[in-house]
């Protein structure tokens, strides 16, 4: 009597496991079935799918990945030539060396230090006239970055 309770427990304990399974099952199904029709619907989808089945979309979008690629191609050989150019700008070229060279790194601070921006700033730290000077341009500043933020973002 107790093996048969058992059994019947057991027997009850799966079916209710299976039913649970195929309902959670069958409602991933419907939702994968659902999101898929969504994508057969998208624009793009049915574009390509059009690009597909008719020759002159297939050229047309044949014609427009041509004209991407070029572009892409154009504006990576402009960028390059730029970068090229950067690196052999005579001020990146000593920097380059200051990195390297306990020499030109002394010559490279030195000449930053005679700089008349670096000199305002030094003289902030000594003169309060020159340091309430400097904070009033630098709150302009920050005023007008804040401003042109608040521009942008609407």
Sequence with gaps: MR?????LA?????AAGYLRGARAGRQRYDQLRTQAEQLAQHPQ???AKQAATDPQARKQALAQTRERYRSGREQYRSIRRQATELARHPQVQRYRQAVTDPQARQQAL????AHPQVQHYQRAVT?????QQVLIELRGKADAVAAALKKRLG
């Design 127 to 131: 003169d309060p006239q020159v340091r």
């Design 3 to 7: 093996r048969q309770l058992r059994r």
């Design 10 to 14: 057991t027997a009850g304990t799966c």
């Design 45 to 47: 989808v049915q574009a």
């Design 110 to 113: 030195t000449e930053l230090r």
